[in-house]
């Protein structure tokens, strides 16, 4: 494939590309705002089996953002 041909490629654009990003929260307030008489017992157990494990994703990117400031303050305060 030419120069032409990867640039063709590039330039194509997906329905995806086109849809606006969802805001920072917005699938929090959707979770808050759902209606859990709807759901039955089984399937509210699974709803907090999933929400345990994105507050673990939650928790291991918190301890990955504070060991990364850690070793930065560690590297600009060696002479210090």
Same mark, same amino acid.
């Given at each position: 494939? =030419?120069?032409?041909?990867? $640039?063709?490629? &590039? %330039?194509?654009?997906?329905? !995806?590309? $086109?849809? /606006?990003? /969802?805001?920072? =929260?917005? @699938?929090? *307030?959707? $979770?808050?705002? &759902?209606?859990?008489?709807?759901?039955?017992?089984?399937?509210? =157990?699974?709803?907090? !089996? *999933?929400? &345990?494990?994105?507050? *673990?994703?939650?928790?291991? @990117?918190?301890?990955?953002? %504070? %060991?990364?400031?850690?070793?930065?303050?560690?590297?600009? #305060?060696? =002479? #210090?």
């Amino acid at each position: 494939m =030419g120069f032409f041909g990867v $640039l063709a490629k &590039e %330039a194509t654009m997906t329905f !995806e590309d $086109l849809e /606006p990003r /969802p805001q920072r =929260g917005a @699938a929090m *307030a959707a $979770l808050g705002r &759902e209606d859990l008489d709807l759901y039955s017992v089984d399937e509210l =157990g699974e709803r907090i !089996e *999933a929400l &345990e494990a994105e507050i *673990a994703r939650a928790r291991a @990117a918190i301890a990955g953002k %504070a %060991a990364k400031k850690s070793a930065a303050d560690a590297l600009f #305060n060696f =002479g #210090n």
